[in-house]
């Protein structure tokens, strides 16, 4: 059974700070992850992909993934208070598991 | 092109009742899932379908069930409704294993 670990929050950060978020999981095997982010109400939407150790730049988000320690983590560089949701860390489905595993998600404040 | 859709958006049932509910994946893809969440579990799987057979089901008593039709489509019901029912919950939609998920805006289900 996969397991992805996430802290549930909240993380407050003032606007222009970058914000850590970080996942733990538990199989090694996992090969990539996705971030979703959700706004309150409303349905997760995938913003980050990473499958290669190291990190994966896209605009402010960097993402980073260290397959060694088990952890990838997600960096917000510039919050701002429009990026207020709960990210939500996953591992797809792969070889013969068809059911992608979703972290419980931690809510980020950005407060002006 | 188009979107995850589910509807209804929005469902207000007694105990005991059943509720039925629907979800068109984007198209071209054939795999759907379902999810549950609350804000004390987070993102619960249900299950998952591809080309009309189930392929996983997590861990929900049998009064939960779904189907997926030749398009595609899928229904997931809930029979004999529980106040613990209530919550959002989400379809996703899937081009293929290990591929990202698309959600729908989700239907809210309140049982009183």
């Known amino acids: 059974q996969k397991e992805v670990e996430q802290n549930s929050g909240p993380l407050s950060v003032p606007e222009g700070a970058i914000a850590s978020l970080n996942c733990t999981y538990s199989d090694r095997g996992s090969q990539s992850f996705f971030w979703y982010r959700q706004y309150s109400g409303k349905s997760p939407e995938l913003i980050m992909f990473i499958y290669s150790n190291g990190d994966k730049e896209d605009g402010r988000f960097t993402a980073q993934l260290n397959k060694a320690s088990q952890y990838v983590s997600l960096l917000i560089r510039d919050s701002q208070p429009s990026d207020s949701a709960t990210y939500l860390c996953a591992i797809p489905a792969s070889g013969g598991s068809y059911i992608p595993t979703f972290g419980r998600g931690t809510s980020l404040i950005v407060h002006p | 092109k188009a979107g995850v859709t589910q509807t209804p958006r929005y469902l207000i049932k007694t105990r005991g009742q059943q509720v039925t509910l629907s979800c068109s994946p984007i198209?071209?893809?054939?795999?759907v899932s379902w999810y549950q969440q609350t804000p004390g579990q987070g993102l619960q799987f249900l299950f998952e379908?591809?080309?009309?057979?189930?392929?996983n089901k997590g861990n929900f008593p049998g009064r939960f069930s779904g189907r997926q039709f030749s398009n595609s489509r899928s229904e997931m019901n809930v029979s004999t409704l529980e106040l613990g029912d209530s919550a959002l919950y989400l379809c996703?939609?899937?081009?293929?294993?290990?591929?990202?998920?698309?959600f729908g805006q989700g239907t809210r289900l309140t049982v009183v």
């Open positions: 379908y591809f080309s009309e057979t189930q392929r």
């Open positions: 996703a939609s899937r081009q293929g294993v290990g591929t990202e998920a698309f």
């Open positions: 198209s071209g893809h054939r795999s």
